[in-house]
């Protein structure tokens, strides 16, 4: 734990190996992209962070279909970075964006939705519209009885 800066060069690295060996556009270099985001948004480097994972976004907008799981993750990434920079209603765009793509492709009570129920309950939090965000955090609640044993950490 804390060893960003270690984690940061071997991402480098890596992304470097690929962009040497890939072409462009390749999966694995999003990936790249989007592993060396998380740790700047970690290291509390948001627009570093940021433009990692809209490097990632750009890449994955253009080769995988518009409902693939990885785009959501692009998108619920965004918004965690914005919701660290305050910015409520860009984070709540792409939090949105993401929940829209995992609705259609995720049973109903699949973890990753409510992780994106949870994040859009935060942004409605932080905003101050608590009616809102208590409809997004029951929905999550709701999810988590279903998928998780009643004796998970996360229900208690």
């Known amino acids: 734990m804390g060893k960003y800066p270690e984690a940061l060069s071997f991402l480098e690295k ?7 060996t890939l072409p462009s556009n390749h999966t694995a270099i999003a990936a790249s992209y989007n592993d060396i985001g998380l740790v700047y948004n970690n290291m509390d480097e948001y627009s570093k962070a940021l433009s990692f994972h809209k490097k990632a976004t750009e890449i994955r907008e253009v080769i995988l279909p518009a409902n693939h799981p990885e785009l959501a993750t692009s998108y619920n990434n965004i918004g965690e970075v914005y919701i660290k920079m ?18 259609k492709i995720l049973p109903s009570d699949h973890p990753d939705l409510a992780e994106s129920y949870n994040n859009i ?31 998970h950490p996360r229900l208690q």
């Open 14 to 20: 890596a992304l470097e190996m690929r962009k040497k």
């Open 86 to 103: 305050e910015n409520y209603s860009r984070a709540l765009s792409y939090f949105e964006q993401a929940l829209e793509i995992r609705k």
């Open 121 to 151: 309950g935060e942004t409605y939090d932080e905003m101050g519209e608590y009616s809102m965000a208590l409809s997004f955090y029951e929905r999550t609640v709701e999810i988590g009885q279903s998928s998780l044993p009643p004796n």
